[in-house]
């Protein structure tokens, strides 16, 4: 029984496997990373490897080895984003400092469909492109919905703003205002970017859509996309299978 545990910057999310079956254990908000890691379930037939991807920082990574080392019995292992793995080079100056998340999701997107685009809808929204011969060509990083919405309403009294499906229409009261605004904005940021780099890589090249917020958006968006919800976790298992 393996233990993958993808973690961001707020929350983490898990997958247990066990031969053949899958336990997709979904994901746990919080930044109490001791209390999070005591939610992962289903490693009652006990846990032979353990493997991690975390964009938290060293210090939360410190902690949630040793929350993971006490809940499994083993130390787990720290996957970190390289200058060149599984096909894929990176174009940062220094490697290291690429979110692992968004390297893993280029691995797997290279691996599995070669050229693509990675949309990821978290906390922020990132968009990355990784070219046939496996280049990773650069992103964009600009806030996701939750951070823009923090932002717009945190000195803005009496506005209540519920989530709901991507609807670009003009709003009808001021939630629905600041809710259809910023689902407008974000869909339209993404669909530029698509379709500039689908003119340098290639118009039929994959789209991978991710992130807690991809549902939000996903309606809205008039290109062909596919929906990866566990994109990280796919590819930190493909790695982890290599690595071990």
Not at 9 to 23: F, Q, S
Not at 179 to 192: D, I, K, P, Q
């Amino acid at each position: 029984m393996r233990l993958f545990v993808d973690v961001g910057n707020t929350a983490l999310k898990w997958r247990v496997r066990d031969g053949d079956d899958t336990v997709q254990g979904g994901c746990r908000h919080g930044r109490r990373w001791e209390d999070v890691v005591e939610t992962i379930e289903g490693l009652e037939a006990g846990c032979e490897a353990v493997w991690v991807a975390s964009v938290a920082g060293a210090d939360s990574d410190a902690v949630i080895a040793a929350a993971l080392a006490r809940k499994t019995g083993v130390q787990p292992s720290f996957y970190y984003s390289q200058p060149e793995d599984f096909g894929v080079s990176s174009c940062y100056p220094e490697p290291r400092r690429l979110g692992v998340d968004r390297w893993v999701a280029m691995v797997e997107c290279f691996q599995k469909y070669g050229a693509g685009i990675i949309v990821d809808c978290g906390s922020a929204l990132t968009i990355d492109a990784v070219d046939a011969k496996g280049q990773f060509l650069g992103g964009y990083i600009v806030p996701g919905l939750g951070m823009l919405r923090g932002a717009l309403l945190r000195d803005t009294a009496d506005v209540h703003v519920e989530a709901g499906a991507a609807r670009l229409g003009l709003g009808q009261s001021t939630g629905e205002c600041v809710h259809n605004g910023l689902l407008r904005m974000s869909v339209a940021f993404v669909t530029e970017v698509v379709l500039e780099l689908r003119q340098v890589l290639d118009d039929t090249c994959k789209v991978l859509v991710t992130g807690g917020d991809a549902p939000a958006l996903l309606e809205a968006f008039a290109f062909d996309y596919t929906h990866v919800p566990d994109l990280v976790l796919d590819g930190l298992e493909r790695i982890a299978a290599e690595k071990k």
